[in-house]
């Protein structure tokens, strides 16, 4: 029987949410009045990461793939994430699609046909525009979206998970620090902890919907062939998107999220199942298995490769692109580890951990197959090299390519829409997500406190947007 006990006034922990407003405020100010200046400095501060630390992001994202795997062949894999009665809260089917649509949602739609692209014109290894140019695409395109990305969502979702039903502790971030810290949790290094979460979440995500906004701003130009490159139509868009995300939030995870999320995989299925007909079908079937086997076979050498001894062009397109995908995942770890540890109680250690690494991780590769390798086919078969000439163009890069395709208009509709339902489920869950960290995991909030997280991330994402901070991000 569903709790109907009234919410109180507010669940803020002032600790927490005070410290939290103010960095994200100050980040704002920064990033609208020296945005030059902000952007050199997260830059530079990127580039130090990535010299002096690449080799522990590589080795430490390996030991999360290793961890997760030992413990689910384990006994341990037999726990249950709640009480041992406990039952799952959602089906499979809507479990997976929330997973889908929280953690690789808009970042699909948006590199399903650029990172192959960009991969296949400048390879890190092999010459440009070759076969093995294209061969050397779609395994570093798998490797960046496959086993390594769930690993880090998933070992922040069972840890919390773990320590928020098996000891009852508060789903954040804190909690998976218990062991550690016992009762100091409680303390200021627990507020500390959870305060740089929720900034780093809020962060995450607006950026994430800014990349959001610019593929759908230059799909309605496609479609419609309106002006949208202008700052009122984009922040026009962020508005409209944080009022559907706050019905959706109002509403609850199990009616606005969980539908949503539903529809966002029927709608992503029709869509690969179309392009995979129309594309270059046979080729598509035998490139999936040809990627696969690839991936696999390569899977333990470019889990350890640190390019200790390469050329400058190849260890500058490992910082360029590897560890930045580790740390973006690293970056949405809280939000979308403690999203998914929210909707896995009842299940076992081995059922979740097959669950996250295989069933997203499967979705992935057959996505940018279909998307990846039927943009290379074409741009080689029959747009003679045309989407190569926009593929420095990300954002119109998918439409662009539907323009190869049959029924390319209704297409590139489709894919608004899904862009659209996509920015609004990682909007509300991540109004969710905050809320919880920003509460110490409350049971009971307000509804205006998660109306409040959704229109924060919007103006973030407006921000990072109009002030040029976005890449930077």
């Known amino acids: 029987m569903p709790d109907s006990r009234p919410s109180p006034r507010t669940t803020f922990k002032p600790q927490v949410v005070v410290p939290s407003l103010a960095l994200i405020g100050a980040l704002l100010v920064v990033c609208a009045l020296l945005p030059n200046e902000a952007g050199a400095l997260f830059t ?41 009665d406990a039952e799952p809260e959602f089906s499979f089917v809507s479990w997976t699609a929330m997973l889908f649509a929280a953690g690789m949602g808009i970042g699909l ?154 529809l966002n995989l029927l709608l992503a299925f029709l869509l690969l199942a179309f392009v995979a007909v129309a594309g270059p079908t046979t080729f598509l079937l035998r490139a999936l298995g040809d990627n696969i086997g690839q991936y696999l076979s390569s899977l333990v050498a470019l889990s350890f490769r640190t390019y200790a001894y390469a050329p400058p062009r190849e260890e500058g397109w490992f910082g360029g692109w590897t560890i930045l995908y580790w740390a973006w995942w690293v970056s949405w770890s809280p939000f979308v580890g403690m999203f998914i540890a929210r909707i896995s109680r009842g299940r076992t250690i081995r059922q979740f951990v097959i669950g996250v690494l295989l069933v997203p991780t499967a979705f992935n590769l057959v996505w940018m197959t279909v998307f990846g390798n039927s943009a290379i086919w074409l741009d080689t078969h029959g747009a003679a090299g045309a989407l190569a000439q926009t593929a420095t163009n990300v954002d119109a890069l998918l439409f662009r390519f539907f323009d190869f395709l049959p029924l390319s208009q209704l297409l590139s509709i489709v894919a608004i829409v899904l862009i659209a339902v996509f920015f609004v489920t990682s909007a509300d869950s991540g109004a969710f997500v905050v809320d919880q960290i920003a509460t110490r995991g409350a049971a009971h909030s307000p509804v205006w406190q998660r109306l409040f997280w959704a229109a924060l991330l919007g103006v973030t994402a407006a921000v990072l947007l109009v002030a040029g901070g976005l890449g930077a991000l």
């Open 109 to 262: 739609m948006y590199f399903g046909v650029g990172e192959p692209m960009q991969h296949f014109l400048k390879p890190p290894t092999v010459d440009p525009a070759t076969p093995a140019a294209a061969r050397e695409a779609m395994l570093m395109t798998f490797f960046h979206w496959g086993f390594h990305a769930w690993a880090i969502y998933g070992l922040m979702g069972l840890v919390l998970a773990y320590f928020g039903f098996r000891y009852n502790l508060p789903l954040t971030l804190r909690s998976g620090l218990y062991p550690v810290l016992r009762e100091r949790v409680n303390g200021w290094i627990g507020h500390a902890v959870d305060a740089f979460a929720l900034v780093g979440t809020v962060a995450g995500i607006a950026t994430t919907l800014g990349y959001g906004v610019m593929q759908i701003s230059a799909g309605l130009h496609t479609v419609a062939g309106w002006d949208t490159g202008g700052n009122a139509f984009r922040i026009g868009l962020v508005v409209m998107v944080v009022i559907l995300a706050g019905a959706s939030a109002a509403s609850g995870l199990d009616k606005g999220v969980r539908r949503l999320s539903e």
């Open 44 to 84: 530079a501060g990127q580039q130090w990461v990535v010299a002096r630390f690449d080799w522990f992001y590589v080795l430490a994202v390996t030991a999360f793939l290793v961890f997760l795997v030992l413990i689910a062949a384990s006994d341990f894999g037999n726990i249950r994430l709640g009480p041992d």
